[in-house]
């Protein structure tokens, strides 16, 4: 059972528009996520994270939102950038000492120019 | 420079012979942890570890192995390799518990071809 889920394997958007990754999970003792981009050919990097205390997080370009009620967490990129074409993953933890991360299946986004 | 290193970088193997993947890192990081990603199936963690000689499976470990003996190495150890473990590998590490706030770092990947 996927408790992770990113149910769009890939997305397209156009340079300058926003860009929006969806992820839902549906274990509700999750309390920390994490979005991480991946370039072919390298390993994942961590891009931006909330913890279930907030709504919304947000650095430069990337936005994260959190609506736990209906435990759906996504990415906004705004304005979107050639660059930025990558695999996204979401990730979900508990805050309980399990060290154990379930991450998505990944969405692919092309940002076109 | 902040790296994790793994190697082999590629790898192809025979069904049965024993193999290890090494992982290095340089930045004193208490958590380490294995990764392997599939096709519609996302990153998996195999095995992590806490802390020198503290370790503990993850979603995935049967087939592997692994060990902690110094805090900056943490090689996966596949004793038997089979085919189904053909996959992309993933290290990482972070300075404390992953939920703190702290960032992983994951190294470059090891492609695994068991024929």
């Known amino acids: 059972d996927q408790q992770v889920k990113q149910n769009s394997p890939s997305l397209s958007v156009q340079e300058g528009r926003i860009s929006i990754l969806n992820c839902d999970y549906t274990?509700?003792?999750?309390?920390?996520f994490l979005w991480y981009k991946k370039y072919p050919a390298e390993g994942p990097t961590f891009l931006i994270s909330?913890?279930?205390?907030?709504d919304k997080n947000e650095d430069g370009r990337f936005t994260v939102f959190l609506n736990k009620s209906a435990k759906h967490l996504s990415l906004h990129i705004v304005p979107s950038q050639p660059g930025d074409s990558a695999v996204y993953f979401c990730a979900a933890g508990v805050n309980s000492g399990t060290y154990k991360y379930i991450f998505g299946t990944g969405t692919r986004l092309k940002v076109l120019a | 420079e902040a790296q994790v290193t793994q190697n082999p970088r590629y790898l192809i193997t025979v069904t049965g012979k024993k193999l290890t993947v090494t992982c290095s890192q340089n930045?004193?990081?208490?958590?380490m942890s294995w990764y392997r990603q599939d096709p519609g199936l996302g990153l998996r963690q195999i095995y992590y570890s806490m802390n020198v000689e503290v370790t503990d499976k993850g979603d995935v470990p049967e087939g592997y192995k692994v060990s902690r003996k110094e805090k900056r190495n943490f090689p996966l150890i596949l004793e038997s390799p089979s085919p189904n473990q053909t996959s992309l590998y993933f290290c990482?590490?972070?300075?404390?518990?992953?939920?703190?706030?702290?960032?992983?770092?994951f190294g470059e990947g090891s492609w695994l071809t068991v024929v």
């Open positions: 274990n509700s003792m999750f309390d920390y």
């Open positions: 990482a590490s972070s300075p404390d518990r992953p939920l703190s706030g702290n960032t992983i770092y």
């Open positions: 930045m004193n990081h208490e958590y």
């Open positions: 909330i913890s279930s205390i907030k």
